[in-house]
């Protein structure tokens, strides 16, 4: 029998989970690391799956009126999956995005038909390094989008359907895929949606699988971290330096920091050596799966995501051999 999807929505969600035993043998560590592959969501990330849960949601709540615009402050992602989502269901959509972040994203956000609403970093932050202070620039262009233009503002850092998504839809089919055997989840913290909804998700189902939060070396504030003044790191999409509303500290049970270079390294060579062509949230996901594997969770298994395309940073330094 055929198998015809009658939109790009129903292609979101069920990725695969891929082992990881060519890099393990590589990295010379003992167990098992479990991929999931968001990239290959329609928009090339896990925002996807958030979306369309937070617009479907927002449709079934009545706060979201047929034809009226969307606006979402975004470092790229959630734009990308807002875009598509409200280009098939008729929603003008606006993101408000930090000139910080890279060219690929508003490229793709524009070609699935967005307008962008671009920020000016604060003062001295650098191109391709997005920090709280212009996070909060961003969200505060937003707002003011949303108020003045009657816009529906999605809210991913404070929506409460962000993590529901994860729960209902990633941890599930984690869970599924797995088949249960699961020691550890490890994911990089931006809105703290995901790590909320699949750390939420699977200790429903095991309350012995521990959750670790994963952050940039200079951007720590979970267990018992403290960020530097001003950080600067690699990884776009988070590390903002802040605890995440999202996040209920009750569902960490720890906390791993990665420097840029390593998460940079990581990143390549979960390329070469397994063809997944993830970001650099990915790559800091995988180094920290990694490093519990050395430590604490020898002989484990480990979980973790591939968030999004490494397609989408191409004008970065992060595959840039020449």
Known sequence: MGDVR?????????????????????????GRILVKLEMMNPGAS????????????????????????????????????????????????????????????????????????????????????????????VEEAAVEFAEKNGAFLANQFYNADNSAAHEKGTAEEIWRQADGVIDYFVDFVGTGGTYAGVARG?????????CFVVEPEKAGVYG????????????????YAEKRVLVDEAEVDGSVLVTDEECARTTRDLASAEGIFGGYSTGANVFAAASLLRGEARGKTVVCLANDSGLKYLSTSLYRYD
């Open 46 to 137: 896990k925002k996807d799956r958030i979306a369309l849960y937070m617009i479907e949601e927002a449709e079934r709540k009545g706060l979201l009126r047929p034809g009226q615009t969307v606006v979402e402050e975004t470092s790229g992602n959630t734009g990308n999956g807002l875009a598509l989502v409200c280009a098939l269901k008729g929603y003008p959509f606006v993101a408000a995005m930090s000139k910080g972040n890279s060219r690929e994203r508003m490229q793709m956000m524009r070609g699935l038909g967005a307008d962008l609403l671009l920020v000016d970093q604060s003062p001295g932050s650098k191109p391709g390094s997005v920090t709280g202070a212009d996070l909060k620039r």
């Open 202 to 210: 699977l200790k429903a189902r095991n309350r012995s699988i521990k």
């Open 224 to 239: 018992g971290h403290t960020p530097d003044d001003d950080p600067v790191h690699v990884i776009q999409g988070g590390g």
């Open 6 to 30: 009658k939109s790009v929505l129903e292609c979101i969600g069920n990725t695969p989970l891929v082992e990881i035993s060519r890099l393990c043998a590589k990295y010379g560590v003992r």
